[in-house]
């Protein structure tokens, strides 16, 4: 073999050492190549996933829009409110991604315009719509100049995603040669750097190692290198695929060279983290205490050993502690020189908890047994005396514990209590808890209540060997008690007298006492003992329950007493009750709420005395607001306080003008003063009368008018307000003629509007088909479409999700669509009235919702339903309707079961304001056996798109029993809804024979 000179050695060294700087330098510039692509591919995706947002945003403003026009329900609004300044924001998020773009600038600047005209337009037919209730959707202008407009922002966004998404073509396609070329050109430079390193280490090794003259030494150092290397690999095998932690670490920088499986687990890092990296800066926070140790090694030779060292690491993404046997054992080479350090570690972490719970148990029972506060006796299984704490021969006045060992424990307890104390210990030896009460007198007699817990020791399983019993006195507790139930009977005597229930909340344990008046005033049971916050909170109506609780959470935070006023439906038999509640917190002393205690008055007689008189008030003010006469309210005084609105249309005056005497502002100069002589003398008389006197209209002109005026009194007979009329009578102090030709213009002008109402419904008829069809074929594209994607495209789950729920919303709008389409022609359609066989409605629904009655195993029960007169096509949807509400809403675990039913019933016998009572009916009842519904809402649900339970709970529009409702009152009669909450629900339909 030629040897290498010193020199040559030293040369082939440096150049190699260049090689590596400039390897090294070429792989990081290719990995900030990759990384930088990468990181644009991101920033574009970023950029779209903005401006598609931005879309989303606009889009649900105009949706929610156009449901609140469609529906004047403002809780279309909710959703879509703050999306405007969402917006704003996104415009900011967007303008700083591409400021390095001008052409994306310019176009996010026109969009930007474009947005704000957009939401411009939409905040202005709302706000025309909200102030003019009256008509159904705002000028037809905006609407088109805000379709326009969305078009322009449609357009502007879709120029921008395709320029992101040329963008983006351009950036993956770098990234991914990036990604495909940098790996193995890293993978190759490694290579060749382990390669150069390895041939020149094992090169110059021999040369430095073995210079001999002699070949057959050479051939001896070749066979025992190999023999070497077959080692080391065995070595290494081993290592890695040792049970313990194991790990070597080379050279005075302590690279880590080698490192198995159970390393890598522990560290909580991979591989790559790890191997041919300084040990220190895989691990920074091991410097402090493990540098010095391990240079120590390599000075000293001698091997360092740490048992139950305890170590942080990472397992399953969480910090835990373990604890480990550590060998630093030090690695000679040939020449006998400490080349590296091997770590061998044994993870003794059950041990060591084990033995730390052991310890700490026995730290526990000593402590428990010797310094309990309680007394504590542990009895063998015969039931005698083995030991007592300190403490408890102190309770029990005992001077010598040995006089009372080995003694049967019921010795102590007295004959009276012999019985219930061997009954404990003979239940402590079954393995279970015991506790009673009872009162036992201490060593020298003074007696004393004891609380007890007589546990049993040992293993669940096992033979109870011995007995702990844990007394507790509560003497002076007995006492507070005693005086605290006289106390309490004083108060139950008081709030009963006042018809006030008592409750107190503990906020730990959600624990709920009530006391017996108020447990009957909520509707349970008043032996319960068991009732927690949840029946409290569980009857008191949605409507009321979140302001309710804001109040109690308000008092919680300032410490002040709440009150809260809220309907709740009473649990024994649902009825709606209206309750008063005071209540107050008690705190620790950290500040924290411990207790909520108060009072409940039920008001439901006071309530709906107030809420007939509020509807009376609202009755009159509506009526006096829709006649055509002014109206006007005073006090006893003659003090007028409230005008209708047709006196201010009439004199053109305002409330701050008129209020009080203002009125003397319009009458005429002429008349004012006898007017105000009349009145004054009225006012004092507790009798109606009248006066005709001209009043100035707001164009200066005077009519004539009869006002008529009447006093209210209250219970003693004292007058409590006037209410007062004005009737315009100036017509009949003209000519008959001029009555009557008035009353012919005005009939023509009715005539004409006749005509003009007849050929708008017609319009909005002919607007309902095609507005229904156009809306239709879209919603059925856009399902199509989707559906084809999902079948031909591949996605991941989330964007599956996301066009799944477009099939579904499109499926819900068309359901809508068609729905409305029902709705509007039970509206229009010709009443004409056949016979109609009512078993067959029934057998034509079950054919089309066989598929739905076949998956629920419906059972749909009839027989001999007669025949009756009514519009055919009508009554076959009321059928298919209530039917397919009835399977609709049933209960998963319970197979519906839907039973109709026809009688003839005497309107004199139904109790109903729609009953005529000269008519007789037809009684078609639909009872089912499904969900049902609470009572309070049996109007609320033939409302349109009044719906009791969530989309994503039921399907449906909310239209169905709508179209049933207003089909009965085509027929002349009315719908009855009766519900039990998961017991059923009862429709009973009311036709008049004819």
């Not at 290494?236 to 499986?261: C, D, H, M, W």
């Not at 009447?710 to 009578?729: A, C, F």
């Not at 009321?878 to 519906?896: C, G, M, Q, V």
Request: charged share 25%.
């Amino acid at each position: 073999m030629r040897e290498l000179s010193k020199q040559t050695s030293n040369l082939l060294f440096i150049l190699l050492t260049g090689v590596m700087v400039v390897i090294a330098f070429v792989s990081y510039n290719k990995i900030g190549q990759f990384k930088k692509s990468v990181d644009w591919v991101i920033h574009t995706h970023v950029v779209k996933n903005n401006i598609v947002e931005l879309r989303s945003n606009i889009k649900d403003a105009e949706t929610g829009q156009r449901d609140y026009l469609l529906s004047n329900d403002s809780a279309f609004l909710q959703p879509v409110s703050g999306l405007e300044q969402r917006s704003n924001i996104l415009f900011v998020t967007l303008d700083s991604l591409i400021s390095d773009n001008a052409k994306q600038q310019e176009n996010l600047k026109k969009l930007k315009t474009l947005f704000a005209e957009r939401y411009l337009f939409l905040n202005k037919k709302l706000k025309l719509f909200k102030n003019n209730q009256s008509t159904n959707f705002p000028a037809d202008s905006l609407l088109l100049k805000g379709e326009n407009k969305m078009d322009e922002v449609r357009k502007q966004i879709a120029l921008m995603l395709q320029t992101e998404d040329t963008f983006l073509e351009q950036r993956t396609q770098v990234k991914n040669r990036s990604a495909t070329i940098t790996p193995v050109f890293l993978l190759l430079l490694s290579l060749f750097s382990i390669v150069a390193l390895t041939l020149f280490f094992y090169r110059l090794q021999k040369e430095t190692s073995f210079r001999v003259s002699t070949e057959k030494l050479v051939e001896v150092e070749i066979d025992a290198r190999k023999k070497i290397e077959a080692s080391e690999a065995k070595f290494r095998n081993l290592i890695l695929q040792a049970p313990v932690l194991i790990a070597i670490y080379q050279g005075p920088s302590f690279i880590i060279e080698t490192v198995n499986k159970s390393a890598i687990e522990a560290w909580g890092k991979s591989n790559e983290e790890v191997i041919n990296k300084p040990l220190f800066e895989v691990s920074p926070e091991l410097e402090e205490g493990l540098k010095t140790i391990l240079n120590d090694i390599y000075i000293t030779g001698e091997p360092f050993i740490n048992n139950e060292t305890a170590v942080q690491l990472k397992r399953l993404g969480k910090p835990d502690t373990a604890y480990f046997n550590l060998l630093y054992q030090p690695l000679r080479d040939l020449d006998n020189k400490i080349y590296a350090i091997m770590l061998v570690g044994t993870e003794v972490t059950e041990a060591v908890n084990a033995r730390k719970l052991i310890e700490a148990s026995e730290l526990f029972n000593r402590t428990v047994l010797e310094s309990s506060p309680d007394c504590l006796k542990v009895l063998d299984r015969e039931g005698r005396i083995q030991f007592m704490n300190f403490n408890g021969l102190c309770q029990m006045e005992m001077d010598d514990f040995s006089t009372f060992k080995d003694k049967n424990w019921w010795t102590v307890w007295g004959s009276q209590n012999e019985a219930l104390v061997k009954a404990s210990i003979e239940k402590a030896l079954t393995g279970e808890i015991a506790h009673f009460t009872a009162l036992c007198p201490t060593a020298k007699g003074t007696p004393k209540w004891w609380e007890v817990v007589v546990s049993p020791v040992g293993k669940p399983g096992e033979t109870v060997q011995q007995i702990i019993s844990v007394s507790r006195d509560i003497t002076e507790k007995k006492k507070s008690e005693e005086a605290i139930e006289k106390m309490a009977l004083h108060l139950k005597l008081a709030t009963d007298s006042a018809n006030v229930g008592t409750w107190s909340l503990n906020i730990q344990t959600q624990k709920l006492e009530w006391s017996v008046l108020h447990k009957k005033m909520w509707g349970y049971d008043e032996y319960r003992t068991d009732l927690t916050y949840e029946d409290w909170h569980k009857l008191i109506l949605p409507a009321d329950k979140e302001k309710a609780f804001e109040k109690i959470e308000e008092a919680e935070v300032n410490h002040t007493l709440y009150e809260a006023q809220y309907y709740i439906n009473r649990a024994n038999d649902g009825a709606v009750r209206y309750i008063h509640s005071f209540g107050k917190y008690y705190y620790n002393d950290k500040g924290e709420a411990e207790t909520l205690t108060g009072i409940s008055i039920d008001i439901t007689e006071q309530k709906d005395a107030d809420e007939k008189i509020r509807q009376s008030e609202e009755r009159f003010r509506t009526f006096a607001n829709s006649i055509q006469n002014l109206a006007w309210i005073a006090n006893g005084d003659g003090w007028i306080y409230w005008y209708n609105q047709q006196w201010y249309d009439y004199t053109g005056t305002t409330f701050e003008e008129m209020e009080g005497l203002g009125s003397e502002k319009v009458h005429h100069p002429d008349h004012i003063k006898k007017v105000i002589a009349f009145v004054k003398e009225a006012w004092k008389k507790d009798e109606a009368f009248e006066l005709t006197f001209p009043l100035r209209r707001h164009d200066g002109a005077y009519r004539w008018f009869l006002t008529r005026a009447y006093p209210v009194k209250d219970g003693n007979g004292n007058i409590e307000r006037w209410i007062g009329t004005n009737t315009d009578v100036t017509e009949q102090k003209s000519f008959s003629e001029e009555l009557e030709n008035k009353v012919n213009e005005r009939t023509a002008e009715l005539q004409t509007a006749n005509i003009t109402l007849e050929n708008t419904n017609a319009q909005l008829k002919s607007f309902s088909y095609v507005a229904s069809h156009d809306l239709k074929e879209p919603l059925r594209k856009i399902q199509a479409f989707s559906r084809r994607i999902i079948e031909t495209e591949k996605f991941s789950d989330k964007t599956q999700d996301y066009f799944n729920r477009i099939i579904s919303a499109g499926e819900r709008m068309q359901n809508l669509i068609d729905s409305l389409l029902d709705f509007s022609i039970v509206n229009s359609t010709e009443l004409i009235f056949k016979p109609c066989d009512l078993n067959i409605f029934v057998e034509d629904a079950k054919n089309d919702m066989h598929i739905s009655i076949s998956e629920k195993e419906a059972i749909i029960e009839y027989e001999n339903l007669p025949v009756i007169m009514g519009v055919c096509i009508q009554i076959s949807q009321l059928f298919t309707n209530l039917i397919d509400n009835a399977i609709k809403y049933s209960r998963p675990e319970i197979i519906p079961h839907i039973k109709i039913t026809v009688e003839r019933i005497d309107g004199k016998k139904i109790d109903h304001p729609a009953a005529i009572r000269q008519l007789e009916y037809y009684a078609i009842k639909f009872a089912d056996n499904g969900i049902g519904f609470e009572q309070a809402y049996a109007n609320k649900i033939f409302e349109v798109f009044q719906r009791l339970h969530l989309k994503n709970e039921y399907s449906g529009t909310g239209i169905g029993l709508a179209i049933v409702k207003k089909i009965v009152i085509n027929h002349n009669g009315f719908i009855i809804a009766e519900g039990t909450t998961n017991v059923g629900s009862t429709f009973t339909v009311y036709i008049p024979i004819a």
